[in-house]
């Protein structure tokens, strides 16, 4: 079993910043791809920004300039760090991660979800 604990998110006025991060844990044997993706209300969930085990990473076309991510192999953590945030950022926030456990088993696992608000 593989277990995603997100943190972070809240309300912050537009042009704040924030962070999310998405811990892993539990009978991984490698991590593949890990994402953000969001869902706002009457949307669709949309991918935000991934990053792939060699760091290459991939943004939404709204995010780019203004949204990063990383991620911390040795605690199998993804981050977001999010500036400039606007009230069309308003979502909830949710992980993905992608990888093999010990069985080298394919797993796909999702976050909890957590929500961002962007509002004067």
């Known amino acids: 079993q593989v277990q995603l604990v997100q943190s972070g998110g809240g309300l912050v006025q537009p042009g704040g910043s924030l962070r999310l991060s998405c811990a892993a844990s539990?009978?991984?044997?490698?991590?593949?791809?890990m994402g953000w993706y969001r869902q706002a209300p009457g949307k669709e969930r949309e991918l935000v920004a991934a990053?792939?085990?060699?760091?290459?990473?991939n943004y939404t076309d709204s995010v780019k300039g203004r949204f990063t991510i990383s991620r911390d192999n040795a605690r199998n953590t993804v981050y977001l760090q999010m500036n400039s945030l606007k009230p069309e950022d308003t979502a909830v926030y949710y992980c993905n991660v992608v990888g093999l456990d010990y069985g080298l088993g394919l797993f796909d696992y999702w976050g909890q979800g957590t929500q961002v608000t962007v509002s004067s």
């Open positions: 539990g009978t991984i044997y490698s991590i593949n791809a």
């Open positions: 990053i792939s085990s060699a760091g290459h990473t």
